[in-house]
């Protein structure tokens, strides 16, 4: 299978711990995003990265959030000292820019869900 | 990025057509406007994408008016596994890097 897939798929960890998710895009995708998705609601957009480099974050990505792609390849979120506020599912999302891609299609990963107790 | 609005919900019977309507009044000249569908406990998917008039896949078919203020995503002949959650987007995140995702539509669709 060649589409996203993400590490781990479930988290449970106690408030105030580090956390830190896995994300592998797809391979000729030069874009990759990640996104939060509470119960009820849409995708919230978090950051991306074109290559390695990180182009835009979120509002919502405190300090305690850092992503990084080193290599232009894989990517990881890491969450400092967690909070109850920080469970959720977390989606990762790859692309391809220019050429007969559709300006707006991503390729969704199954998503981490987080859990903090 | 422009905002949608779209039904929080609908319920459809299999065999049935389903038109789920989306208003985006403030889109923007640039912006594309897209349907992603979610099942439960997965990422979305991309279902399909236009700029005006109407477009159609093997999935389904998106009718744009002129005005482009409103959008609407057909879906032929449901069936069970048509229930999902169907999100409305406009932009381009080809330029802007970033989708917007509202509240969705909860597609019911009953036996």
């Known amino acids: 299978d060649t589409g996203v897939s993400q590490d781990p798929r479930h988290k449970i960890t106690k408030r105030g711990q580090n956390v830190t998710f896995r994300c592998d895009p797809i391979?000729?995708?030069?874009?990759l995003y990640w996104y939060r998705q509470t119960l009820g609601q849409g995708p919230e957009f978090l950051t991306y990265f074109q290559n390695e480099a990180q182009l835009e974050k979120s509002r919502l990505l405190s300090d305690r959030f850092s992503a990084e792609r080193p290599k232009g390849s894989f990517s990881t979120l890491e969450i400092q000292r967690t909070e109850q506020g920080d469970s959720a599912m977390y989606l990762c999302?790859?692309?391809?820019?220019?050429?007969?891609?559709?300006?707006?299609?991503?390729?969704f990963g199954p998503g981490t869900r987080l859990t903090v107790l | 990025l422009a905002k949608t609005t779209q039904p929080i919900s609908m319920d459809s019977y299999e065999g049935q057509e389903v038109n789920i309507t989306c208003s985006h009044n403030n889109i923007a000249t640039n912006d594309y406007i897209t349907w992603y569908q979610q099942f439960p406990s997965q990422g979305p998917r991309f279902i399909i994408q236009?700029?005006?008039t109407k477009v159609t896949n093997e999935v389904a078919s998106l009718f744009i008016p002129a005005d482009r203020k409103s959008s609407t995503l057909s879906l032929p002949r449901v069936s069970l596994s048509d229930t999902a959650v169907y999100y409305c987007l406009v932009g381009d995140s080809s330029n802007t890097g970033k989708l917007i995702f509202g509240q969705g539509t909860t597609l019911q669709v009953k036996p």
């Open positions: 236009g700029y005006k």
């Open positions: 391979s000729e995708h030069n874009r």
């Open positions: 999302a790859s692309s391809r820019t220019g050429g007969e891609t559709p300006r707006n299609e991503q390729f």
